[in-house]
């Protein structure tokens, strides 16, 4: 089921042109789709998709680029991390905030839509009182318009 949802994201994505980035973390289960990642300010929307429909944690954040060479894009961004199923069960929906930290390396130079993304993204939950630092390995591909020549 996961393979066919990434995979209509993927053609639809395709087909559309779009400029926005699709990403895995497969050690962590996370789907993500982002803007153009490219960009000065993009933004990222997080999907667990290893999980029970109860537990389906979700993660929004806005990232900043501060540092972009012609292999790599060194960005930031704070978020807030949810779970809109705890309504049901009358349960609060924001569960921590986070700031993701995070390189996407291009290691291909014919293919720099390829991404390699690391991030390290200290987590703290909504009393703050625990958290964590979480670390996130996992490939990009940003589609991006062709350029008209």
């Known amino acids: 089921m996961r393979v066919i949802f990434m995979f209509i994201i993927l053609c639809l994505c395709n087909h559309l042109h779009s400029q926005v980035a699709v990403s895995y973390?497969?050690?962590?289960?996370?789907?993500?789709?982002?803007?153009?990642?490219e960009k000065l300010c993009w933004a990222e929307y997080k999907i667990e998709t290893n999980s029970f429909v109860g537990n389906f944690n979700?993660?929004?954040s806005p990232k900043l680029n501060f540092r972009k060479r012609e292999l790599t894009n060194y960005?930031?961004?704070?978020?807030?991390?949810?779970?809109?199923?705890?309504?049901?069960?009358?349960?609060?929906?924001?569960?921590?905030?986070?700031i993701d930290?995070?390189?996407?390396?291009?290691?291909?130079?014919?293919?720099?839509?390829?991404q390699i993304v690391f991030e390290i993204s200290p987590y703290v939950n909504r009393e703050f009182s625990?958290?964590?630092?979480?670390?996130?390995?996992?490939?990009?591909?940003?589609?991006?318009k062709s350029e008209e020549k």
């Open 25 to 37: 973390f497969p050690f962590q289960s996370i789907l993500s789709i982002s803007t153009n990642t």
């Open 58 to 60: 979700m993660e929004l």
């Open 75 to 98: 960005y930031t961004g704070p978020g807030i991390s949810f779970n809109p199923a705890y309504s049901f069960v009358n349960l609060n929906i924001m569960n921590g905030y986070f």
């Open 101 to 114: 930290f995070g390189v996407r390396i291009k290691p291909l130079p014919k293919r720099r839509n390829l």
């Open 130 to 144: 625990g958290g964590n630092i979480r670390t996130r390995l996992g490939l990009s591909w940003n589609f991006q």
